[in-house]
């Protein structure tokens, strides 16, 4: 006799996911005027239902969340006076306390790269076990971005592929905490503060967007700086690295018509009509 199937259970925390997304989107739409293609808001959604699935073990564990941490009465070389803060989650699990910060990168360029988040994970190991005087003993970065070989798989509609790929996704990443480069740590955003402070505001060279390894600065960075395209750097590094190709280049040429203008007025008048 043919055994019969259970129906799936419908998880009710996804529904709720979906339920705060929409309200989400719709609040940013109205505040920015952003408005998102079917196809791109799937995605987005595909994104937070993966890692939430993927996750699940950690936010069910999760003892603390959005932990602010600070590190006050900091002085910079030139004398400046300036305070540390930051985000963290903290996880109990029997006797042992893990401190995560979560950053909406890609896991294997924090893999490649783990000197970028050593330093702001020591600050926060510092702040929790010698000014909260609370145990520690792991720290980690957990990377949203899911990787493109399964954003790939999905779009194809290989099933067994995604499945694979979803399988060997790895977000969480433990970088142990490293005390004796605390001062060091504190000492670079020093520098940063100096320099804000000062205004010395000058974009990186062209040679610093086309460095950095795999993904470069100009890729990994400069694309989610709001003042790329007013950057020298930035359009010097798009033209050169082809970037008009995806329509960039627009941005960084004469202003469209008047007659162009109305039309794409009218199209965003139509989406959220
Ligand atoms: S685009 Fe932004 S981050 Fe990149 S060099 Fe210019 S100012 Fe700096």
């Known amino acids: 006799m043919a055994a019969t199937k259970k129906p799936v259970k419908p998880d009710p925390m996804e529904a709720r996911i979906r339920d705060y ?33 993927k996750m699940k073990h950690v936010a069910e564990n999760v003892t ?19 305070t540390i803060e930051g985000v963290v989650d903290v996880v109990q699990e029997g006797e042992e306390t893990w401190l995560y910060d979560i950053k909406t990168h ?25 000014l909260q005087r609370q145990p520690l003993h792991h720290t980690a970065i957990i ?26 996704w790895d977000p969480l990443i433990e970088l142990p905490f490293d005390q004796q480069r605390l001062e060091e740590t504190v000492q670079s955003f020093g520098e940063v503060v100096d320099r ?9 060279s062209l040679e610093d967007l086309e460095g950095g390894g795999k993904r ?22 798009a033209r050169k690295r082809g970037v008009e190709s995806s329509g960039v280049t627009k941005y960084f040429n004469d202003p469209p018509n008047d007659a162009e203008q109305n039309d794409w007025l009218e199209g965003n008048l139509d989406i959220s009509a």
């Open 21 to 53: 997304f929409e309200r989400n989107y719709e609040l940013l739409r109205m505040e920015s005027g952003q408005v998102l293609t079917n196809d791109l808001k799937q995605e987005a959604l595909n994104q937070v239902l993966f890692y939430y699935k």
């Open 64 to 82: 603390r969340t959005e932990v602010r941490l600070a590190l006050p009465e900091q002085r910079t070389d030139r004398g400046r006076r300036f």
């Open 106 to 130: 890609d896991p294997e360029s924090v893999r490649q790269h783990p000197e970028r988040y050593e330093q702001q994970l020591n600050v926060y190991a510092h702040i929790w076990q010698n």
């Open 143 to 168: 990377a949203t971005q899911y990787p493109k070989t399964m954003k790939q798989a999905w779009r194809s509609g290989d099933m067994a592929a995604f499945l694979f790929e979803f399988e060997r």
């Open 196 to 204: 804000i402070e000062g205004k010395e505001f000058l974009p990186r």
């Open 216 to 237: 470069r600065f100009g890729t990994r960075v400069c694309r989610n700086c709001d003042a790329r395209f007013s950057c020298k750097s930035y359009r010097a590094f």
